[in-house]
């Protein structure tokens, strides 16, 4: 079965950078998105980002747009997420999705991923 393992969270003061990595292993053979969401407490699961098969084409949730970079290494099936200039307001658990069918559209559902890791936490001070 596919695994996905997020790493990188913790605790950061406001303005300060994370990385979190998510670690793919079993039959993937290409992912045709990679996406980042995330979910605080009492909240639905948000999308955060997402990165297609190349790099080249990415989406990202107008509160973490220009704050936030998603990237990816196919050879290395690795997919990560920069975020800069935390807030506060970026607290939650950072889940790591997988794709590996695509078709039209945007990938900013949950529901259109099919696996998903354990998630990482992410909590900035202010």
């Known amino acids: 079965q596919v695994q996905l393992v997020e790493s990188g969270g913790g605790l950061v003061q406001a303005g300060g950078s994370l990385r979190l990595s998510c670690a793919a292993s079993?039959?993937?053979?290409?992912?045709?998105?990679m996406g980042w969401f995330h979910q605080a407490p009492g909240k639905e699961r948000e999308f955060v980002a997402y990165?297609?098969?190349?790099?080249?084409?990415?989406d990202y949730a107008d509160s973490v747009l220009g704050r936030f970079t998603i990237s990816r290494d196919n050879a290395k099936k690795m997919v990560y997420l920069q975020m800069n200039s935390l807030k506060p307001e970026d607290t939650a658990v950072y889940y790591c999705?997988?794709?590996?069918?695509?078709?039209?559209?945007?990938?900013?559902?949950?529901?259109?991923?099919?696996?998903w890791g354990q998630g990482t936490q992410v909590t900035v001070s202010s």
């Open positions: 990165v297609k098969w190349s790099g080249a084409s990415t």
């Open positions: 999705a997988s794709d590996p069918v695509g078709g039209w559209g945007n990938r900013r559902s949950p529901n259109q991923y099919d696996y």
């Open positions: 079993g039959r993937i053979i290409r992912s045709y998105a």
